[in-house]
């Protein structure tokens, strides 16, 4: 799943064009290197977001298509 596609369904960001524009202006990097929208999210993987009030950094657990909102917060972990 590409990662801005995966930030919008795990309700990491709210917005699918505001996360591929983060992703795009360099503001998503994942195991340390920056990437784009277009990259593919793996199991394992640890994203790290620079917003406005500081990062965030988690850790991927799960990949679902779609998922209830409820049930977002189980598809990472925060570091």
């Not at 801005?4 to 994942?30: H, Q, W, Y």
């Not at 784009?36 to 620079?50: F, L, N, P, R, T």
């Amino acid at each position: 799943m590409r990662i801005d596609k995966f930030l919008k369904v795990s309700r990491v960001i709210k917005r699918r064009t505001v996360a591929n524009e983060a992703a795009d202006g360099g503001r998503v990097s994942v195991n340390g290197r920056q990437v784009k929208a277009s990259y593919d999210v793996k199991v394992g993987d640890v994203v790290e977001i620079a917003f406005a009030n500081g990062p965030v950094k988690f850790r991927v657990k799960s990949i679902t298509e779609t998922v209830k909102k409820a049930d977002a917060q189980e598809m990472y972990e925060l570091l």
